[in-house]
């Protein structure tokens, strides 16, 4: 019975290991495509329009809601220690530290990462994939390289929106609604956001999630099999490993930038 167990979990492990190496061998082949597409930038501009124009709803309706619950908790947390005026500094450095990249990144595994996983899963299914091998193109290089790079140029830009989305909200609570001095409010925030050690990091966060989230994303489709079901699986699994890498890298992250 101990000896089956041990070699379950030897298998288990040395098949983990096999997939890990895998994943690394395709991005590493993605990097070196992503080189040659300046000369069809074309292929990136068509995806990054793709994946970002059609996310900015949902990541501008969410920073807004998300801008008016932290105006409202900020609030009546400051309000006991009365420094109502530093309402503005709490939303911003939420937003810009925290919130920002991670809410988007989170909305855009839900959004963008399951139709790359799905678009990506149903032309293999399809056999495109195949047959583009066969007419000697590349299709990491066609196909998911151009994903992968503008899911990095999308990430930051629609962090970017959600945070400056989630200022706006707060101010309208915050100010127009509960009554905060509206000099004050943006005062503080001036003041005491930083824009290399708060901005700066926010947006190296965005740049990181977006690698790990569209890297799992276009890999999840490109190894799923080729039934419906195959693609089902591939796009469940994209939004729940994006999902918790997002957050174990936000936890990395943070503890290496804010020590």
Do not use: C
Request: net charge neutral; charged share 10%; proline share 3%.
């Amino acid at each position: 019975m101990i000896v089956q167990w041990i070699a379950h979990l030897g298998n288990a492990v040395r098949t983990w290991l096999a997939q890990l190496g895998l994943a690394f061998r395709t991005l590493w082949q993605i990097i070196l495509s992503g080189f040659g597409l300046w000369r069809r930038p074309r292929l990136i501009t068509t995806q990054i329009h793709f994946i970002g124009n059609y996310s900015l709803v949902i990541i501008l309706v969410s920073g807004l809601f998300v801008g008016f619950v932290l105006a409202y908790q900020g609030y009546y947390t400051l309000n006991r220690y009365g420094s109502e005026e530093a309402l503005g500094l709490l939303v911003a450095l939420a937003l810009a530290r925290e919130l920002g990249p991670v809410i988007t990144a989170l909305l855009y595994a839900g959004r963008a990462g399951t139709s790359l996983t799905a678009e990506i899963g149903l032309m293999k299914a399809g056999e495109q994939l195949a047959a583009m091998e066969m007419m000697a193109v590349n299709p990491i290089q066609r196909v998911l390289a151009p994903r992968f790079i503008a899911g990095i140029i999308a990430m930051p830009i629609l962090a970017t929106l959600f945070t400056a989305m989630g200022v706006f909200g707060g101010y309208l609570v915050g100010v127009q609604l509960i009554g905060v001095d509206e000099g004050a409010f943006w005062s503080q925030m001036q003041g005491g956001v930083d824009l290399w050690e708060d901005i700066g990091n926010g947006v190296l966060k965005s740049i990181v999630f977006g690698v790990a989230a569209t890297f799992i994303a276009i890999y999840q489709g490109y190894q799923a099999q080729p039934t419906p079901e195959g693609v089902s699986r591939a796009t469940t699994r994209t939004v729940v490993l994006s999902s918790l890498m997002v957050l174990w890298l936000d936890f990395v992250l943070t503890a290496l930038m804010f020590q």
